[in-house]
């Protein structure tokens, strides 16, 4: 069974999410920005999910995390919750 693992910064609206991933393309450090601007409880571990199998996320963001490539962030992503960065750390 496929399995990656994943941060993620989690915002109420595209152009702060927009906005965040300006600065992290800019240089900041993608965990620093989310434990300060994620409102997901996941933000105060530097937004990290661990490892986790297709399924266990809303589709959405398993679209994005089990297809696009390992070390990118890709976003802003909608779901029901709001609009996310995600950077995929590893997948197997």
């Known amino acids: ?3 990656a ?3 993620h910064i989690l915002v109420s609206t595209k152009k702060e999410c927009l906005d965040l991933l ?3 393309n800019k240089g900041e450090d ?4 989310a434990e300060m601007h994620s409102k997901c409880p996941s933000g105060k571990k530097g937004g990290d999910l661990g490892e986790f199998q ?3 996320m809303v589709k959405e963001f398993d679209k994005v995390v089990f297809s696009g490539n390992v070390g990118e962030v890709y976003g802003p992503v909608q779901t ?3 609009y996310h960065l995600i950077e995929i750390l590893s997948r197997s």
């Open 54 to 56: 297709p399924g266990m």
């Open 30 to 33: 993608f965990g620093m920005v």
């Open 1 to 3: 069974m496929t399995t």
């Open 80 to 82: 029901q919750f709001g």
């Open 22 to 24: 300006e600065r992290i």
């Open 5 to 7: 693992r994943a941060r």
